[in-house]
């Protein structure tokens, strides 16, 4: 009958098979030049109208309407209605959806409480209204940041503004959790208009171009403006990271690592594939993937558009703790 190996014969062998088995024995990582350590992927899966996110974010919505010309109303013609389930209207007929609206789609007024929500508009317009007495209107490329905290009420309209021509829109909502201690503070607003935006940009050694938003946490060393002062966005310690990236065709980009315990998710919303390290994806896919190793991104052959939704888990493990004190 064979002897059971010893823990010291174990690791004479591993000696003997090379110093990097050793290291990840030892410590779980390898010695392997960082520059050709592949990311763990894990979790692809296919995007539906509620896009799956990991902590601290709760949620995470992409809307895109084809929505047709504006009355004086700013709404469609009464004309395309029939068939709708008014009020709740949420399945693409005619290649849009009025939501909550019953003259101008979108969502009128409802309450939040006790997070944040993250509004990144590409395309088209909305219109904001709240309990506190602000309005406005923001669009192509602005971001509104809401920390709801004790409560707000508000209104996101999306008007068709055009009478002569369509009025696509798209738009990502992201809803961001609060720290315990600051689930009740006063709601705060802030708006990211698209000019103050940096806007970081790669050429690589093709001559192929990647431009990433910096919308929260920083690329490099471009720095997106300030969350609301509440956000765990404002601590940089926590990494929050949002960012929409757009790739030309065959182009290829190198996603900074980030520090071990991040989570961090790829959302591939628009093109024909992705190769994400070694593996590739196809469009309307998301991978949460390793963010402690850098993350080597190249298009297919067409233009990809990405977006990245990163933050410290610790700090969801902390407040979950909190709550089950």
């Known amino acids: 009958m064979k002897k059971p190996t010893d823990r010291r014969s174990f690791i004479q062998k591993l000696a003997a098979a090379g110093s990097g088995m050793i290291l990840a024995a030892k410590t779980g990582f390898s010695n392997q030049p ?7 992927i894990k979790n692809v899966r296919p995007l539906g109208f509620q896009w799956v996110t990991q902590d601290p974010f709760l949620f995470c919505v992409h809307h895109e309407d084809k929505f047709p010309k504006g009355n004086d109303r700013m709404g469609p013609d009464p004309s395309e209605f029939e068939g709708r389930d008014m009020g709740q209207d949420f399945m693409i007929k005619d290649g849009y959806r009025m939501y909550h609206g019953r003259t101008v789609p979108g969502f009128p007024g409802h309450p939040h409480r006790g997070f944040e929500t993250i509004t990144v508009v590409r395309e088209g317009m909305v219109d904001h209204s709240d309990s506190l007495g602000a309005a406005g209107r923001y669009g192509d490329g602005d971001v509104q940041w809401i920390t709801a905290g004790k409560g707000v009420q508000h209104a996101e309209m999306f008007p068709l503004i055009h009478k002569d021509k369509e009025n696509p829109m798209e738009l990502f909502q992201i809803w961001l959790n609060l720290p315990a201690k600051n689930k009740m503070v006063d709601p705060y607003f802030r708006m990211l208009w698209a000019d103050t935006i940096p806007l970081h940009k ?3 050694s093709n001559g192929k171009e990647t431009r990433v938003e910096v919308i929260a946490g920083k690329i490099d060393g471009s720095k997106a403006p300030a969350p609301p002062p509440e956000s765990w966005a404002a601590e940089e310690s926590n990494e929050i990271g949002v960012w929409n990236i757009k790739m030309d065709a065959g182009a290829k980009w190198t996603l900074p690592k980030a520090s071990p315990g991040v989570n961090r998710t790829v959302y591939f919303y628009n093109g024909d594939s992705l190769k994400i390290g070694d593996q590739v994806i196809p469009n309307y896919h998301s991978a949460d993937v390793q963010a402690d190793v850098e993350v080597v991104l190249e298009s297919g052959n ?8 990163q933050a410290d888990r610790s700090q969801s493990l902390w407040f979950n703790m909190v709550l089950s004190s």
Do not use: N, Y
């Open 202 to 204: 790669h050429k690589d």
């Open 34 to 40: 960082e520059e050709m350590q592949q990311p763990k």
């Open 302 to 309: 067409k233009a990809a558009d990405i977006l990245i939704l």
